[in-house]
C-alpha cells in the first residue's frame, strides 16, 4: 500500500506484482483510496487559501517595466485578472460541489424522497397510457399512408439521407435541457479488470473495505451487461444490441419534429425506449453515487426505477471517485470517447494484467472470412436494388464503395463475389503477409477514403438497417421481384447454396458446424464484423500487417488484420493519466510491459516503478523443484525433437506413478498442448502406465469446449472429496491439463484440488507461425538487443515463461494452502529462464539433478501433510462444489 500510494503521489507508471491471497485487492482500494483522501483534502486547503486571499501577488512598482519590456502596472492588472479568474473558478466549482454533496445526502437520508420519486413515475406512466388509448381512439378508421407502396415496417430500413462526410456535434442522448447533469470531472481512479465477475468481486470487497460508505462509486458495462429493455436483449449480438439502442436513441430526437409537421405527410411512429428518460436516469445517476452497487444491483435498480442503468452510469462518471470497468472500455479509443470517459490527469489501476498486451493486440486486430464477404455483397446488393428508388444520391455512392472493397477483398482471396464462396477452390493455398500500404495497392483501393467510409458506416447505421432487411426478407418463402434479385436467386437460395457447398466438401458428419456457422451469420450481419476491419486498416502502415490466408475454398479463407505495435494504443492513456498502475498476481517476466509497452509508448524509464511482495504462506508450505533426470536416469528435455520419443512419455509416466503413490488429494499435470497430451494418453494406455496410475489416482482429461469444463472440474472435486472421506486405496484424481487452455488461468485448484502441479516440459509457442514470425521480425527491427540477445529471442522466452507462471500459480490460493511444483525440464535451470519465475517462487526453488532425492523431499511434504489430515479431510468434506472453480 506505501509503495502505491508512493506511485500516486509522484505520478509514476506502476508494475506492480502481489500473488493471489495475499491481499491484492484490499491493498489497491486502501492504498488508492486513502491517496485519493488526501489529495481531496490538500485541494481543498489549497482552495480555502485561494479565496482567502493568504498568497495575494505583489503589486508592481509604478514607472517601472519588467523583463518582457511591460510596464508593472500592466503586468499586476494582468495577474490581478487572472488570479479573480481562478478565484472564481474555484467559487463556482465549490457551488457545484456543495449543490452536489447536499442532493446526495439528502437522498441518503431521506426514505420518503425515494417513494415520492416512485409515485410520481406511476402517475407518468398512467397518464402515457391513457394518452396513448386516446390518440388510438382518434386513429381508428382514418387508414395510414402507403408510401411507394412500401409496408410501414419497412420505412425503418431505409436509410436517412447522410448530408456531409464532416463529423457533426453528435447528440449524447439527452435532451436541451440536460445541462443538469453536465459536471465536471473530479479527480478519480479508474479500475480497470479482465471480467465483469471480476469487477463484480471487486466492487464487493470495496463495499466491506472502510472506505465503502463514502465513496462514489460506479460500474460501467457494455448495453449487453445492462440493458433492461427486453426487446433489445433479446437480439443478443452485442453490435445488433447497440445499432438498435442508437436508432432508439435517434427516433426520440426525431419524435419533436415529427410533432411538428403534423399537418404535413404522416410520417410512420418509429420504437423509442421507455427506459431512456431525461428524470428516470437523473435519479437513477444520483442513486448509483449515494451508494455502492456492482453491475447486478445496478440492473436491478434500473429495472425498479425504469431507466436505463447504461447511460445512467455514465451520466455518474464526472462526479464519481471510482469508476470500475472492463479492459476493453478503457482501452479502446473510440469506445472511451462515446462512454464520456476523460482521462486527463486522472489515476488509472489496470488489474488481472498478465496479459496487457495480447488485449490490447486483441481489440485492435480484425479477422473476416470469404463466407462472410460474400454474404455481406449479396446482403447490400439486394438491399440496394430493393430501395434504389428511396435512397438519396450520396448513400448510394457509398454503399456502392462498400461493395467495390468486398469485391476486391474477395478477388484478393483468389474468389469472385458473385459465386458460391464454398464450392471456389483456391489455387494457390497458404498464408501471405503484406504491410497496409501494399494491400490497399494490390486490392486497387487505394483510392478509397477509408476514414470517410468508416465514419459513414458508424453514422448511417448500415450494418443494423441491413441486418432488418436480412430478417424480413431471409425467409424460404419470400422472393424479391427484380431482374437482379432473380439472377442471384435470392438471399435465402445464396445462403443455402453456401452451406450445401459447405457439406459437400466437410461430409455429412460436419453438417451441425455448418449449420451453427451459418445461424450465427443470421444472428449478427457479416457487415458489422468488415466493419471491423475497414476500421483496422486506418492503422499506420507500419504498427500492423494484413494476413492472407488462402484455404481449400474461398468460403474457408480469410483476410486478417494484425496489429503489431500495441503502444501506439496505450500510449494516450498513459501521457494523459496523472499516473498508471499496472498489477496481477502473476506479472513475471516484466521486460515485455517494460520494453514493448511503455518503452515503445515513450514512458522516461525513471517514471516507471516496479513492485514485487512475496507471499503470505510459510516458506514450508510451498516445494518447488526443477528435476532434471527421471527415475532411469533420462535426461529431461522436452524440445519439439525429442519429445515424441517413446523413452520421454515412458519416463514421464513413471513420474506421475511415483508421485501419485505419496501425493494425496489432486493432481495436476500440465502438458504444451492438446496434441501432446492426446499423443502421450494413447501411449500410456498402450503401455499399460495408464491401468497402473488408475489404481492410485482417478484420470480426468481437460475437454477442448468451453462447455464441458465445469461438468469435468465439479466430477473431479467429487472424486477428490470421496477419496478423502472413504480412505481404501484410491488416494485422488490426476487431472490432465494444457497450458493455454481452459483450466491454466482463473481456476482455483486451493487445498486438496491441487496438492501438486507439474509441468511437462517448456511451452514454447509455435515458431513456424506466420504472425509470430513477423512479431519477432517487427520486434528485431525496431527494438534493441537487451544482455546480447536478440528481442525475438526474448518474445519468445517470455510468451514461455508468462504460460508457465500462470499454470503453477494455480495451486497455493490463500495462506494457509500447500502444495509441490514440479518442472519437468532440466532446462529450467538455466540462470535466463530460472530468473522469470516469480520472485516467491523461485527463492524456494530447489533444482535436483536426480530423481531420488527430489522423491526424497516430496515424502518429507507427505509427512507434513499427514500431520493436517484431519483438517484437510474436513475442509474437503464440506467443499461446496458451486464455488470450487469461479470460472471466468
Excluded at 436483449?233 to 439502442?245: E, K, M, S, T, V
Amino acid at each position: 500500500m506505501e509503495a502505491l500510494y508512493g506511485a500516486l503521489e509522484a505520478g509514476r507508471v506502476g508494475i506492480f506484482e502481489s500473488p493471489t491471497g495475499t491481499g491484492k485487492s484490499l491493498s489497491l482500494i486502501c492504498g488508492a483510496l486513502s491517496w485519493l483522501r488526501d489529495w481531496e483534502e490538500k485541494k481543498r486547503q489549497e482552495e480555502a487559501r485561494l479565496l482567502e486571499g493568504l498568497s495575494p501577488a505583489e503589486p508592481g512598482h509604478p514607472g517601472s517595466t519588467d523583463t518582457a519590456g511591460e510596464p508593472d502596472w500592466v503586468t499586476a492588472f494582468v495577474q490581478r485578472k487572472e488570479e479573480r479568474d481562478k478565484v472564481d473558478r474555484l467559487k463556482e466549482e465549490q457551488i457545484r460541489r456543495k449543490k452536489r454533496e447536499d442532493r446526495l445526502e439528502k437522498i441518503r437520508n431521506n426514505v420518503q424522497l425515494k417513494y415520492a420519486a416512485k409515485r410520481k413515475r406511476s402517475e407518468e406512466e398512467e397518464m402515457k397510457r391513457l394518452l396513448q388509448l386516446s390518440k388510438e381512439a382518434l386513429s381508428q378508421g382514418a387508414g395510414a399512408d402507403v408510401l411507394d407502396q412500401l409496408d410501414h415496417n419497412e420505412e425503418e430500413l431505409i436509410l436517412a439521407e447522410y448530408e456531409s462526410d464532416e463529423e457533426k456535434k453528435v447528440v449524447s442522448g439527452l435532451e436541451e435541457d440536460d445541462d443538469d447533469l453536465e459536471e465536471e470531472h473530479v479527480t478519480k481512479i479508474y479500475y480497470c479488470s479482465r471480467t465483469h465477475s471480476q469487477l463484480s468481486q471487486f466492487v464487493r470487497e470495496v463495499q466491506k473495505s472502510p472506505f465503502g460508505k463514502d465513496t462514489r462509486l460506479v460500474s460501467l458495462g457494455s448495453r449487453q451487461n445492462l440493458c433492461v429493455n427486453e426487446e433489445v436483449r433479446r437480439l443478443g449480438a452485442l453490435q445488433l444490441i447497440n445499432d438498435r439502442c442508437m436508432e432508439m436513441q435517434k427516433n426520440k430526437h426525431e419524435k419533436k419534429s415529427d410533432e411538428e409537421n403534423e399537418g404535413k405527410k404522416r410520417r410512420v411512429s418509429r420504437a423509442v425506449c421507455p427506459f431512456y428518460s431525461y428524470e428516470q436516469m437523473q435519479f437513477l445517476r444520483d442513486e448509483v453515487l449515494v451508494e455502492v452497487k456492482d453491475i447486478e444491483q445496478l440492473v436491478s435498480l434500473g429495472r425498479e426505477t425504469k431507466a436505463c442503468p447504461y447511460y445512467g452510469s455514465r451520466y455518474a462518471i464526472p462526479a464519481a471517485q471510482l469508476v470500475v470497468l472492463p479492459y476493453q472500455m478503457l482501452l479502446h479509443e473510440p469506445t472511451r470517447s462515446a462512454a464520456g470517459i476523460k482521462l486527463k490527469d486522472q489515476v488509472v489501476i489496470i488489474d488481472e494484467a498478465h496479459n496487457l498486451i495480447d488485449t490490447i493486440t486483441c481489440i485492435h486486430s480484425a479477422e473476416v472470412s470469404g463466407s462472410q464477404l460474400c454474404c455481406a455483397h449479396s446482403q447490400l446488393s439486394q438491399y440496394m436494388e430493393r430501395y434504389r428508388k428511396r435512397l438519396k444520391a450520396k448513400n448510394l455512392m457509398y454503399i456502392k464503395q462498400i461493395l467495390y472493397l468486398l469485391e476486391r477483398f474477395v478477388a484478393m482471396l483468389g474468389g469472385n463475389v458473385n459465386q458460391n464462396p464454398g464450392c471456389q477452390t483456391v489455387s494457390q493455398t497458404g498464408t501471405v503477409l503484406k504491410s497496409v500500404n501494399d494491400f490497399l495497392f494490390q486490392s486497387q483501393i487505394d483510392n478509397i477514403n477509408l476514414f470517410k467510409v468508416q465514419r459513414y458506416c458508424e453514422k448511417s447505421l448500415i450494418s443494423r438497417k441491413l441486418f432488418g432487411f436480412v430478417e424480413r426478407y431471409g425467409g424460404p418463402a419470400t422472393a424479391v421481384k427484380n431482374k437482379e434479385n432473380q439472377k442471384m436467386a435470392g438471399l435465402q437460395n445464396f445462403l443455402l447454396t453456401l452451406q450445401q457447398g459447405s457439406d459437400k466438401e466437410a461430409g455429412t458428419p460436419q453438417s451441425p458446424p455448418v449449420e451453427a456457422e451459418n445461424d450465427q451469420l443470421r444472428a449478427a450481419s457479416p457487415l458489422m464484423q468488415i466493419e471491423g476491419f475497414l476500421s483496422a486498416l486506418t492503422n499506420a502502415n507500419q504498427d500492423g500487417r494484413v494476413i492472407l490466408n488462402r484455404q481449400g475454398t474461398v468460403g474457408q479463407s480469410s483476410l486478417k488484420f494484425l496489429l503489431l505495435n500495441p503502444a501506439v494504443h496505450f500510449a494516450k492513456v498513459v501521457e494523459e493519466c496523472r499516473a498508471v498502475i499496472i498489477a496481477g498476481g502473476t506479472m513475471q517476466p516484466v521486460a515485455d510491459f517494460r520494453e514493448q509497452l511503455l518503452s515503445c509508448a515513450g514512458v522516461d524509464p525513471a517514471r516507471v516503478l516496479e513492485f514485487s511482495c512475496g507471499h503470505v504462506i510459510p516458506p514450508e508450505n510451498i516445494l518447488p523443484i526443477i528435476l532434471c533426470n527421471g527415475p532411469s536416469n533420462q535426461q529431461l528435455e522436452f524440445t519439439y525433437q525429442t519429445r515424441d520419443l517413446p523413452q520421454m512419455m515412458d519416463e514421464t509416466g513413471r513420474i506421475l506413478c511415483n508421485l501419485c503413490n505419496v501425493i494425496p488429494g489432486g493432481v495436476v499435470c500440465f502438458f504444451p498442448s492438446y496434441e501432446y497430451e492426446k499423443q502421450v494418453y494413447a501411449h500410456w494406455e498402450k503401455t499399460g502406465l495408464l491401468t497402473r496410475l488408475a489404481t492410485k489416482k482417478k484420470i480426468f482429461q481437460e475437454p477442448k469446449k468451453a462447455n464441458q469444463v465445469e461438468q469435468v472440474l465439479v466430477e473431479y472435486a467429487k472424486c477428490i472429496k470421496r477419496c478423502s472421506q472413504a480412505g481404501g486405496q484410491m488416494t485422488g484424481a490426476l487431472l490432465l491439463s494444457v497450458v493455454g487452455g481452459k483450466m491454466s488461468e482463473g481456476i482455483n485448484f486451493s487445498d486438496d484440488l491441487g496438492r501438486c502441479v507439474i509441468m511437462v516440459g517448456m511451452p514454447y509457442p509455435n515458431i513456424k507461425s506466420p504472425e509470430l514470425q513477423e512479431k519477432m521480425a517487427w520486434l528485431d527491427k525496431t527494438m534493441p538487443r537487451a544482455a546480447g540477445q536478440a528481442p525475438s529471442r526474448t518474445l519468445i522466452e517470455n510468451l514461455c515463461m508468462k504460460a508457465v507462471n500462470q499454470s503453477i500459480g494455480r495451486a497455493i490460493r490463500h495462506q494457509k494452502d500447500f502444495a509441490s511444483i514440479l518442472l519437468l525440464d532440466h532446462r529450467y535451470a538455466r540462470p535466463a529462464i530460472f530468473n522469470k519465475l516469480p520472485q516467491w517462487i523461485r527463492e524456494r526453488t530447489q533444482v535436483k539433478p536426480a530423481f531420488g532425492s527430489a522423491f526424497a523431499e516430496l515424502r518429507k511434504v507427505r509427512t507434513s501433510i499427514s500431520c493436517t489430515a484431519p483438517q484437510t479431510a474436513s475442509h474437503c468434506a464440506h467443499l461446496d462444489l458451486s464455488q470450487v472453480f469461479p470460472l471466468e
